[in-house]
């Protein structure tokens, strides 16, 4: 479903001098259509000034996601304070008089006076704009006379490759009349030319036919990575009991103690519970106290009490004395036990007891929301020290692999392959690398090259995860059927196919609304060192951020070249290993980096002994190398 929003120009309305009467009727003309193409997601009144027209226009189509389709009412005709088309005219990026004919042929059958109305229609970016006139009737019968075709303007406005070859297709039927859908049976558009297709119709294109350039424009990585936040939005809170379970997962609330620690007065160290004041000399034993234990009785002056580490200590008690400065005076009867034990060093008050809450008091703060738990213990310690049973998290996002492709087989069959198959190293790489940084992925399987298994099995997969990671068919091939599935088959919107870097162009990174849920799917080439490196630079980001990690994006060392490396055209992930040099006392002096040899995205064995990944600029006029010793941007990977 395409997105829609309404903008009403009226100095009136604007002043709550009047009610918008058209704002509302178009917006019911949109969302009356059969099948439902369009949802209004954004309306919004402004005064017949043309910096408010602007500003608004220019919010709802340069903001991530932009507006299919706005549409102005107002402003349109030859009062003084009508400037509509003045304001929206500088805006086009490409102008669109098809439209503005049919509407005013259609509106002129009705009354001369359309003459007077000074509609115009193009496209800013990816969104098509219409301005139409200021009165109910007027705007919703100009709206009418083009409504069937505007689900056109606005798929070929957002890039859909498919959508040429349809609308040509239609236009070039056996007649070579293009029909307009028939309305309904009750009167309604329709607008769903290929939704009575049955799964997979339609979208394997005869080779002579397939486009022979990509219709996605290639964006910078930055760009990339500012859609993919937009829509990496945090999951909901749920509970997780405090188990291995917890690693990865981030606090969503403040976790307060549920008891004093220590819960009684303890000893630190094996020795004698004294009372400090008797100081040194020779004193009965009266009993002994090991960890576990049930508190012993109360120590009186001139006696002494042995205790462990971990024990408590005895009523009375104000100081322990360390068996080291200790010897035996005497023995039981029957030399089993200590009689009497002399005491060499004085202590003072406090020494070698833990107090009552003196690690921490009921109540106070043990680990705060916004907290990693790590798998290096000290969360997950704290926590059951504390009585602590479980904990409210923000939920980690379900990942969903799954690998396509008529020469895929899995990668542990035991048999030689045919000439033609390869081994699926893709979907084992990256479910070790989601797992490594504890994120549940399941095993889609492999997906053939037949839309509509690929349809079905998608579908299948995305109801039961929340991230969907494929590999392969998005790139210009015959049989990559993997974008126009998606957006035709699934109605998902593909938010950008290319990206200039190297390796990874063709990456592609789409969204679904299921059953009310936003899905995210990032469709990563086929060759098995892309399809890493895409992983760990945009879907391992978007993984945590989803979790609710604050600091989520990939950490970043700067270390130098051990030996040169020529500049690609684009910017490019270099697959390299990261090591470090000690200093004096073995301290880290500095950092180098060293490639892993050719850097080809089908060369598996180049992310061999990779635990970085330099970040490297274009090459340029200034720039078209680099020297051992300069010093590079490294993006970790792990193993460092």
Request: aromatic share 4%; glycine share 8%; net charge neutral.
């Amino acid at each position: 479903m395409f997105t829609a929003g309404i903008l009403t120009i009226s100095d009136r309305v604007s002043q709550s001098l009047a009610a918008d009467a058209s704002g509302p009727a178009l917006s019911a003309l949109l969302n009356s259509s059969n099948p439902q193409r369009f949802s209004v997601m954004k309306t919004a009144v402004v005064s017949d000034e043309i910096s408010e027209i602007q500003k608004v226009i220019m919010n709802w189509c340069d903001t991530i996601p932009p507006v299919d389709l706005l549409l102005t009412t107002g402003g349109t005709g030859f009062g003084v304070r009508d400037v509509t088309p003045e304001a929206v005219s500088p805006l086009f990026t490409k102008t669109s008089q098809g439209l503005v004919i049919a509407m005013l042929n259609n509106t002129l059958k009705i009354t001369p006076l359309a003459a007077l109305s000074r509609p115009v229609a193009g496209v800013r970016n990816k969104t098509v704009i219409l301005t139409l006139p200021g009165s109910k009737k007027g705007s919703c019968e100009n709206l009418s006379a083009i409504l069937d075709v505007l689900e056109h303007a606005v798929e070929l406005a957002r890039g859909d490759r498919m959508a040429g070859e349809k609308l040509h297709k239609e236009i070039s039927g056996s007649n070579g009349v293009y029909e307009v859908p028939a309305k309904s049976s009750e009167g309604q558009r329709g607008c769903g030319h290929h939704h009575h297709k049955k799964h997979g119709e339609g979208y394997e294109v005869p080779v002579v036919l397939r486009p022979r350039e990509s219709t996605f424009p290639t964006i910078p990585i930055s760009e990339a990575f500012s859609i993919i936040d937009t829509h990496a939005q945090q999951l909901p809170e749920v509970l997780v009991p405090v188990s291995d379970a917890l690693i990865g997962h981030v606090l969503s609330k403040d976790v307060v103690a549920k008891e004093n620690v220590p819960a009684f007065r303890a000893s630190v160290v094996d020795g004698y519970a004294v009372i400090a004041s008797d100081g040194t000399g020779t004193f009965p034993v009266i009993s002994s106290s090991t960890a576990g234990q049930t508190l012993p009785s109360t120590l009186k002056p001139s006696t002494i009490a042995r205790v462990t580490t971990g024990a408590p200590v005895p009523p009375g008690t104000t100081g322990v004395v360390m068996v080291e400065y200790t010897t035996i005076a005497s023995l039981t009867a029957d030399s089993k036990e200590e009689e009497t034990i002399t005491i060499h060093q004085k202590v003072n008050d406090g020494d070698n007891i833990r107090e009552i809450g003196s690690d921490l008091k009921l109540g106070e703060m043990v680990v705060e929301k916004g907290t990693v738990v790590t798998e290096v213990g000290g969360e997950i310690g704290v926590l059951a020290s504390v009585g602590v049973l479980e904990a409210a998290c923000i939920r980690k996002p379900v990942l969903g692999v799954l690998s396509t492709g008529n020469e895929v087989v899995d990668f542990n069959t035991t048999a030689p392959l045919p000439i033609g198959k390869i081994r699926d190293t893709n979907k084992i790489t990256i479910s070790v690398i989601a797992r490594q940084h504890h994120f549940e992925c399941l095993d889609l399987g492999v997906a053939p090259d037949s839309a509509t298994e690929l349809e079905s099995t998608l579908l299948k997969a995305l109801e039961k995860i929340d991230v969907l990671v494929t590999t392969g068919g998005v790139s210009m091939g015959e049989m990559d059927l993997l974008k126009p599935v998606l957006e035709k088959g699934l109605g998902a919107q593909i938010h950008f196919g290319r990206v200039f870097l190297k390796p990874g162009k063709p990456t592609t990174f789409a969204t679904l609304e299921l059953n009310g849920v936003k899905k995210l799917i990032f469709a990563l080439p086929g060759n098995p060192v892309s399809a890493t490196v895409m992983f760990n630079v945009f879907v391992l980001p978007a993984l945590r951020k989803m979790s609710g990690y604050t600091n989520y994006k990939n950490k970043q060392v700067r270390a130098k070249l051990t030996h040169g490396i020529k500049l690609d055209s684009r910017p490019e992930f270099y697959r390299a290993n990261l090591t470090f040099a000690s200093g004096s006392n073995n301290l880290v002096s500095e950092m180098y980096v060293t490639g892993t040899g050719k850097q080809q995205s089908s060369r598996m064995a180049s992310l061999k002994g990779a635990n970085c990944l330099l970040v490297l600029p274009p090459r340029s006029d200034q720039l078209s190398e680099l020297k051992e010793g300069d010093v590079v941007d490294a993006l970790i990977l792990g193993g460092v």
